[in-house]
């Protein structure tokens, strides 16, 4: 009898734990929606229903792995280890992401974006629920165009005087 008891206090346990364990709801807006690339765009929502003490993001569009890349790196899909991840602040489960667009490993080009953010780190095509949200984002061409840094004119001299001294130390050893 005590098995039995012990058995329907668990099951009620689990009716009432999983349903509220299951609803993970996240929020996620972008400011400025439309950028320039090479723009900072805050990134920032909420996070309800998880235990969790960072949020997953990442980043798709044309021309990038249809399972999503990470902000910082558009050349590696997400899943692969490659996640950016923002603190959830426990006190109000909102999170805060500032992604400089100038600093991205990979050639992001003009057009239509959607970050998503979700709770596990999984790529797009892994979801099984909508445990996730999306903000879109239009990126536009660079408001300068970006400029190649020239070589400072002393470096080429000294490289060419170190590699005159290293030719003459070996002609000299033979």
């Not at 299951?22 to 807006?29: M, N, S």
């Not at 991840?85 to 050639?107: C, E, H, M, N, R």
């Not at 536009?140 to 170190?162: F, K, Q, S």
Request: include cysteine; charge should be negative; glycine fraction near 6%.
């Amino acid at each position: 009898m005590r098995g039995v008891c012990l058995l329907l206090f668990l099951t009620a346990v689990m009716l009432v734990a999983v349903p509220a364990a299951a609803a993970v709801t996240l929020t996620i807006d972008a400011s400025p929606k439309t950028a320039h690339i090479g723009d900072t765009i805050v990134l920032n929502g909420t996070i309800n229903g998880s235990a969790t003490i960072a949020v997953f993001l990442f980043l798709t569009g044309d021309h990038l792995d249809t399972r999503g890349v990470a902000l910082d790196n558009l050349n590696i899909p997400a899943g692969r280890g490659m996640f950016t991840t923002a603190p959830v602040q426990l006190a109000d489960k909102s999170w805060t992401y500032t992604w400089d667009t100038s600093a991205i490993i990979g050639t992001l080009e003009p057009g239509k974006y959607t970050v998503y953010v979700t709770d596990r780190p999984m790529d797009r095509l892994r979801f099984t629920k909508p445990e996730y949200a999306t903000a879109e984002i239009e990126f536009l061409p660079p408001m300068r165009p970006v400029e190649e840094t020239p070589l400072d004119p002393p470096l080429p001299v000294a490289g060419l005087i170190c590699a005159a001294f290293l030719l003459a130390a070996v002609g000299r050893k033979q």
